[in-house]
């Protein structure tokens, strides 16, 4: 059975059922200054591996060939860039860091898994919301399982109709009329056309509304576009869009620069959590203190690919292993006309994924490097990580330091606990980073070649400063 056209019917029948809403709340004007917890989202895995402590914590096989899957699958979903009309990007949340966030009058606050690499913010929505497979290995229930919300207990929530210029940011096109209307037709009443949105590995589906967002400060942003989800497969919870499009967060609040910092993986689970900044309303585009910077890479613009125009590229010119230049060719950093290839960051994905020519190379420059130890092939077979040494009894374990090279001439040093992870009872140390197999078909070989994923990124003061259109870093203590 075709989800796509099932899930589209099941959804406006729904839709039947809702009655027409009240005008939404006043709002308050910018700037706007916030700061929202940032708190990781399961699955919880200890880890806290170091030059010095890497005894400290480990992955076991399970959980950490789980993340190896999910961090495919959703390099798989950024690279594919799927678009059609009921069709929008997201990501899934395993792995992920989540935020809360408030909607409606009075408010209803739900927790979010926060993405840079989609625009559409989206909930579980109605009490009819159905999440269907959303468990982790083991049978674990997501921690961010919250209820949904409910419409029909806020005074300010509409449904999304096919005629406002909305509608066509929920579908990535412009809408200049309804199916079911006169051309010429001012008071037609249709709703904007249900969502559909697939991931690597789940689905959600649901209709557009306009609810206030309620952030702290008593911050009031009526008629804020985001998706009412009615079902999902694989997706326990909902995601808060942060990238590019019309759609995303920032833009509809009009954001100058939002900023984080990742708390470590070993605080999965815990209630350690660190803040998410959004600013408006700036008086300079002044630099940060201590924090490097780049400019963002420019997005390129092709015909029916345009969830590529939802990414922040980065101008990675150069990666170097224990201090020599990996020779990646200019075709993998640089985007082409046709979108192939270049570097994209991405909180939505784990660990960081390479094309396979460049994960190669890299790969390589290790494996030629650490003479110390030796290959630990049975455990890259049991969790899909390579390469991977045999650490067993070592007290501390040494490996080349990994720099990436940015345009302009900004570095970001990785920690080791950044790209090697310990695995099973801590007899193996593996590079933590993933690409497909050399058997996978050529087609998944497009899009951007480098995704940059929050498992690099934990520890790591992040800004996206969109006023100046440049991407900030810094290493810091995450709290």
């Known amino acids: 059975m075709d989800p796509h056209s099932s899930s589209s019917s099941s959804s406006s029948s729904l839709l039947l059922c809702f009655f027409l809403f009240l005008l939404a709340a006043p709002s308050y004007s910018l700037p706007l200054s916030v700061s929202i917890p940032l708190s990781l989202s399961p699955p919880s895995i200890n880890n806290n591996p170091s030059a010095k402590t890497t005894r400290s914590g480990h992955y076991p096989y399970q959980k950490l060939a789980f993340l190896v899957s999910q961090s495919l699958s959703r390099a798989h979903h950024l690279k594919n860039h799927r678009n059609n009309d009921v069709t929008s990007l997201s990501s899934h949340s395993y792995g992920g860091y989540s ?46 399982t919250n209820p949904p919300f409910y ?28 199916a079911d209307c006169d051309s010429d037709s001012s008071n037609c009443t249709q709703i ?121 590229y980065l101008p990675i010119r150069k990666i170097t292993v224990g201090g020599s230049t990996v020779k990646i060719p200019d075709e993998y950093l640089l985007t082409g006309e046709n979108g192939d290839g270049g570097s994209i960051v991405d909180s939505g994905s784990t ?72 695995a099973g009872n801590s007899e193996a140390v593996c590079f933590a980073m993933v690409t497909d197999s050399e058997l996978e078909s050529p087609s998944r070989d497009g899009g951007p070649a480098i995704i940059l994923g929050s498992f690099q990124m934990q520890n790591f003061y992040v800004e996206y400063d969109l006023r100046n259109d440049r991407f900030g870093f810094m290493k810091q203590k995450c709290k």
């Not at 606050?109 to 468990?135: A, E, H």
């Not at 449904?159 to 066509?168: A, D, I, T």
């Not at 999965?268 to 780049?294: F, N, R």
């Open 192 to 312: 904007c056309s249900p969502y559909m949105i697939f991931y690597g590995s789940g689905t959600t589906g649901g209709f557009g509304l306009l609810e206030t967002l309620d952030l702290p400060g008593n911050r009031l942003f009526p008629n804020f576009l985001v998706g009412c989800s009615v079902f999902s497969s694989r997706q326990p919870a909902g995601i808060a869009g942060f990238g590019r499009g019309k759609a995303s967060l920032p833009s509809q609040l009009g954001l100058d620069r939002f900023s984080y910092c990742l708390l470590s993986r070993k605080y999965d689970e815990s209630s350690q959590t660190s803040p998410l900044q959004l600013e408006s309303g700036l008086d300079s585009g002044g630099k940060t203190a201590g924090v490097s910077y780049t400019r963002f890479a420019k997005n390129p613009i092709v015909p029916g690919k345009e969830a590529l125009s939802v990414y922040y």
């Open 351 to 422: 660990f960081t994924y390479m094309t396979n020519p460049v994960f190669k190379l890299v790969a390589s420059a290790f494996e030629n490097q650490v003479k110390k130890y030796s290959k630990a092939e049975y455990v890259e077979s049991a969790v899909g990580l390579r390469p991977c040494f045999n650490v067993s009894g070592e007290k501390e374990i040494s490996l080349p330091e990994m720099r990436l090279h940015f345009k302009g001439g900004s570095e970001m040093v990785l920690p080791l606990e950044n790209y090697y992870v310990l």
């Open 99 to 144: 935020i809360s966030l408030s909607f409606g009058s009075p408010p209803q606050t739900i927790q979010f898994v926060m993405d840079t690499g989609s625009d559409l913010s989206w909930f579980p929505c109605t009490k009819r919301y159905v999440c269907r497979n959303c468990t982790f290995p083991g049978g674990d229930k997501s921690s961010l």
């Open 151 to 178: 419409p029909k207990l806020s005074s300010s929530s509409k449904v999304l109709g096919c005629q406002n210029p909305k509608c066509g940011w929920l579908h990535h096109r412009n809408v200049t009329h309804c």
